[in-house]
Each structure stands twice: as C-alpha cells, then as structure tokens.
C-alpha cells in the first residue's frame, strides 16, 4: 500500500547531498515500512528503539525517542524498556541509551 511521502529529518539534515538516501528514507521507510498493518506505529517505535539501543546507535536514538513518543509510548515505558534491554544487550549499550533518553525528555520539558 502505498502512502503519501512524508518530509524525513534526513531531507533537512542530508538534502540534496544524497537524494536516494532521502528518496529511500521517506518513500520506503517511512512511507511503506512504518505504514504496514501488521504492527502499529507504536510497536515499531518499540521495536525500532530496542534495536537502536542493542547496536549502541545513540546519534539515531534521540530522534526515535522523540518519534516513539509521538506514536504513543510514554517516557516511563521507553526507560523501562532501556533498562529492560540492559540484561539482554549490555549494560554499557544500556547505560548510554538512557543518557540520551535523558537529555532528549529533559530538553523537551524545558521548552
């Protein structure tokens, strides 16, 4: 099914020096992907931060944070599932994701 494009961070942050990243990010990505039935947009933020997490992606997480946010999950769950993830991707990986986490629903607190 296909949806209508959306405007990505990567056409803010990439623009016209990789126009296919971009195309791929909006139209397949997030246009097709995310859209699909079989999950809702809150579990794929889930899914989408856990995997963040596991392979230390710090610089990817604040905007999926904020995204998971939007599609429903509450900071409470998201810090609950970091620390859940620390027994299963380490506590380092862990630990780093909730600095960010931090920072990220601390800066949306002060504005």
Not at 16 to 24: L, M, R
Not at 26 to 40: M, N
Not at 50 to 72: D, W
């Amino acid at each position: 099914m296909k949806h209508k494009p959306i405007t990505s961070t990567a056409r803010k942050t990439i623009g016209d020096f990789a126009p296919a990243f971009v195309s791929y990010t909006e139209d397949v990505l997030f246009g097709d992907v995310w859209r699909r039935e079989e999950l809702s947009l809150r579990e794929r933020s889930l899914v989408t931060v856990s995997a963040l997490v596991a392979g230390e992606h710090t610089s990817q997480l604040v905007y999926h944070l904020k995204l998971a946010k939007e599609n429903g999950l509450s900071e409470a769950e998201l810090i609950e599932a970091i620390t859940h993830l620390a027994f299963y991707v380490g506590w380092p990986r862990a630990a780093s994701a909730i600095n960010v986490a931090k920072e990220v629903f601390l800066n949306e607190k002060e504005k």
